[in-house]
């Protein structure tokens, strides 16, 4: 005579595990992570302000404007378009 398997799903569900719990906390931390790298400026309309440079150097002698983060590109206009200036000069907010 042929004897059935036993029918006990606990003991099954035991030793094999189930759930969704690790599908869920991988999901929490890439969302957490995607919120972190979008805090510090992002994407889109949400960012778009931290990303502009501010025209903060201006050139008192011909007044053509710079990035604040071009000082270099400003010294660069100082000595050639206006030799007879020096760079205090064509850009007074700068040389502070």
Not at 18 to 39: H, I, L, M, V
Request: charged share 20%; net charge positive.
């Amino acid at each position: 005579q042929v004897q059935p398997f036993p029918t006990c799903k606990s003991s099954v569900l035991s030793i094999m595990g189930g759930g969704n719990g690790q599908k869920s906390a991988t999901s929490r931390a890439r969302n957490q992570a995607k919120a972190e790298a979008e805090k510090g400026g992002g994407g889109g309309k949400e960012g778009m302000a931290k990303r502009q440079a501010q025209m903060d150097l201006k050139c008192s002698v011909c007044m053509q404007c710079f990035p604040s983060t071009q000082v270099k590109a400003a010294q660069a206009h100082a000595e050639s378009k206006h030799p007879k200036s020096d760079f205090a000069t064509c850009f007074p907010m700068a040389s502070a």
